[in-house]
C-alpha cells in the first residue's frame, strides 16, 4: 500500500474549494465596520513633491481620511527594511518610506492613502488629491543610470550603484589568454512583469484595546510578513497575525514585504477600523515587483574542439528604485553562482552591478537570477557551436559533468548534489527524435521553411537553503522549515506547516506523505499553512523550497511519531521497544506480525492516557525543525522546434520536449503541471513579455492590454519525460521542480529561433521575439 | 442618484437601488457576497470575472450592474446542483486544469459557454476558445484537456 501513494498522482485536495468558488481569498473577507483604502501613486518617474493638498477629497462623501508619508512617520512607522543586504559589496541601502515624503521615484510610488466607505468612494477621493510635483530628470537603463550626468535617485549613492558583486574562480584570464576561440555577446535579458492572476491585497485590523494586529496578505510567505513588520510598523511580533488565505499566484512577486501592508495597518490605527486595499491591475503593473532586466557583456573562451575554458560577464541589474525585500541577492548569489551551468568550466569571473533606477522595483520573479544565468551560458553554448561549426549537442556533451552523486563543485564554489546531465540530455534527444529533426529541417530550408531548433541543458540551485549559507550570504532569515504533525484521538491527523503554498499543491503532496509514512488515509490528514498564529515559524514558499526543505521537517516528525508510537506499542504488548518494528500503519512485534497495534489504536490510547508507558508523555504530537546540509540542483534538458515565417517575423512554437530530474516525484500530475506552468512563462519571455519604459519613466506597457500575458494559442502540448536522481540532502530525496520550466525554457526557444535564423546570417537578437524584431533582424542581417 | 435592478443571481430573486456605475462583479462580490467571481484585472483581458447571463458568457467587470437588469445571472456558486459537481467542474479536478485557482471560475463559466456553442471542440478549437481568459500557473495544457474532457463526458 505504501509505495502505491508516494508517487501517484492523486488528485489535488485543494481543487474541491477552488472549482465551488468557496476558496476565499484576500480581497473576499468583510469584517465589521470595514473601510477600503486607496493609494495617490505618482504619475511622474522622478519628482519633488512640493506640497499635497487633500482638502477637496477629505470632503468628499464617504471619506474618513487622507493621509500622508509624513503622518504615516509621525505616527511611528519606519522605512521599508531591506532583507537581503550581500556582503563584501558596498551595498547601499537607501530609506525606502513606504509613503514618499519629499521624493518620488518612480511612477506608481505611493504618495498619500485615502480611507473611505467604499471602494468607489476611494478611488474618486484618490483623483481629487492634489498633489504640486517639481519633476526632476529621469534615468531608467540600468547601463546608463551609471554614467556621467545621469540623474541621481538617491542622496548617497554615487552613479547610482547599489552594489559591485564579483564572484571569481580559476584563472579567467589566463583562460582567455589561451583560447583558440573567443565569442561574445551583448545580451538583454529584458524585465517582466510577473501578472499573478490575483492581483495583491491587503485587510489589516487594529485593536486598540489590545495593540494587536491582524493582517490578511496575499504574501508567499507569512512569518517572513510578520518579522518585517515588526520592524517597520513598531507593532512587537507576538501582537501581530499574518494570514495568508487563498493566494492567487505569485511567482516571487508576493514574497516581497511591500508598503500598502504597512499603509493598511497605518490606516486601521488612524480610523480605527478594518481597513483593505485591493490593488487594480494597473497598479500591479506599477507598484508590484518586476522581475529581471538585465544588461549582460559576456564572453567565454573555449578551444577548436568546443571545450569551454572560461566565461567572463560584466553585468548590469536593474534593481528599480527603491531595495526591495530580496532584490540584491537575485542577480548575485542566485545569478553569479550558477555561471557553470551544466558544465566543467574552470575558470569564472562576472562582475554585477545593482544598479537604482526610475523605474518599479524589481525582486525575485519565478526562476530569480538563475533564468539571467542559464539565458547567458545556453545560448553562448550555441552561439559557440555556430561559431565552429559544430552541433549545439556536441558542444553541450564535450562540456557536461560528467554524472555524479555525492556533490560536485563547480568554479564558482558552489556543490551540485546530485546530478545526470547526460542522462537527461539523451533521453530528451530520444523523446524529440533530433536527428530527424535535423533531417527536417534541412529538408524544410530546401523548400524556403526555416524551422529551428533549439536546445538547453540546465541545473539550477533551489531547495533555499542551509541556514548558515543563508546567514553567510547576507540573507536576513533562516531557510529552514517546520512542521507538527497531532494526531487526534480518533485517528485523524492535522498537520501545521510553515511553508505557504499558493497553487503548488502542498495540501495533497504532504497529506500523501504522511498517509505513505504512517498509514492513515490521504483524507484522514489536514494541512494546515499560511497563518502565524497556527502554524509554526518557517521561511515560506519560494525558491522551489517548500517540498525539498518542508517535507524534510514533515519527515521529522513523522519519525518522532513512530518513536513514540513504537514505546506505546511495546507497552501495550508487553514487549521490548527494539522488537518492536513499522509497517503500513501497523506496529507489530518482529516475527510476529499478528501482534500488532495500529497507528489509530496508539493514537487512542495516547490521548486518552490510560496506560502509558514509564515516563512518556500523554498525546501523540511531534514537532520538527528541519534545516538541509545544501541546495538542491534540479535539472534536465528541454529541446524547442520552431519555424520562423521570414516574410512576417513570425515565430510558432511547434514542439516542445522537456525532460526534468527533480530527485523523488512525490505526485506526477502536480510535477507535470508545475512544469507546463514553469515552461509557458519562460516561453513568454522569449516571444512575447516584455516591460517597456519610456525614457521619462513612463510604463508602456502598462496594463494587460499592453503586455501580453501568454493565451493557450500560443502554446502546444508540451512532451515531458523524466528521469530520477535523488538528493542526499533531505530525506526523502527530493528537488524543488517550481522553477526549472521557466529557467530552461527560454534558452531552449530563444536558441530555436537563432537557428531557424543562422542561415540567414541574423546575429543580433532581443527578447521578446516578437514579429516586428524577428522581421527587422532579418531585414538588417539581409542589408 | 440610485436605480432600481431586479434580477435573478443563481436562480435567487434580488431587486436593489444600486448607483449607476457599479460593475456587476462588485455588485456579485460585496452586495451579495457571491466572491466565488474573481477579479483579475481592469481592461476586460483576464478574464477571472466571467460569469454567464442569459446563458452567454460575459465579463461582469464590463457589465454595469443595471445593465443587467431583468436578465438571469449565473455565477460559479451556481453551477453545482444538488451537491454534484457540474461535469466541466469535475474535468477541471480530475484532469489538475488548475493551480492557485485564481482564473478558475471565469475560466470554467466560459468553458461551459464553449462546450454549448462546440459541443466536441478540437484542441485547438479549446486553445482559440479560451482566447478571452489568462492562466498564469498552468500553461493552459491540463485546461484544455478538461475542457474536452468534459466535452466528452457531457455529450455521453
Redesign the interface.
Known sequence: MASRILGSAI??R????????????T??F?LPGMVYMSVVRSPYAHARIRGIDSSRAAAMPGVLGVFTGQQMKDAGFGPIPCAWVVPASDTKTPPYPPIAIDTVRYVGNAVAIVVAQ???QARDAVEAVEVDYDPLPVTVDAFKATQKGAPQLHADVASNVCFHWKVSGGDVEAAFRDADVIVKDHIINQRLIP?????RAALAQFSSASGEVTLWSTTQNPHIERFLLSIDTGTPEHKIRVIAP????G?GSKLPHYPEAAMTIFASKMVNRPVKW?E???ENYHSTTHGRDHIQDVEIAAMKDGTITGLRARVWANLGAYLSTAAPGIPTILHGLMLSGVYTIPNIHEDVFGVFSNTTPVDAYRGAGRPEAVFMVETMVDRLARELKLDPVDVRRKNLIPPFQDGYTVATGLVYDSGNYEGALTKALQMADYPKLRLEQAEARKKGQYLGIGVCTYAEICGLGPSQVAGAVGFGGGLWESAIVRFHPSGKVHVMVGISP????EETTFAQIVANELGVGVDDVEIMHGDTDQTPMGWGTYGSRSTAVGSGALMGAIKKIKEKATLITAHLLEAAPEDIDYADGKFFVKGSPDKFKTIQDVALMANVAWNMPKGVEPGLETSSFFDPPNFVYPFGAHIALVEVDVETGEVALKRYVAVDDCGKVINP??V??QI??????GVGQALYEGAVYDDQGQLLTG???DYA?P???N?P??ELGMTETLTNVNPLGVKGIGET?TIASTPAVYNAVADALAPLGVKTLNMPLTPERVWRAIQEARS | MKLPVSLSVNGVNQSAEVEPRLLLVHYLRDHLGLTGTNVGCDTSQCGACTVMIDGQAVKSCTVLTVQADGSKVMTIEGLAANGKLHPVQQAFWDKHGLQCGFCTPGMIMTTCALIERNPKPTEAEVRHGLEGNLCRCTGYQNIVAAVQEAAARMKA
Open positions: 488528485k489535488r485543494e481543487d474541491p474549494r477552488l472549482i465551488t468558488g468557496q476558496a476565499r481569498y480581497d473576499d468583510v467604499d471602494r468607489y501578472n499573478a492572476m490575483e492581483p487563498e493566494v492567487g499566484g511567482f485591493t487594480t491591475r494597473s499558493h497553487g503548488q499543491g500530475m502536480i507535470e503541471g507546463h506552468g514553469g515552461i509557458a512563462q496594463s494587460m492590454m500575458v493565451k493557450a494559442e502554446f502540448n508540451f520550466g
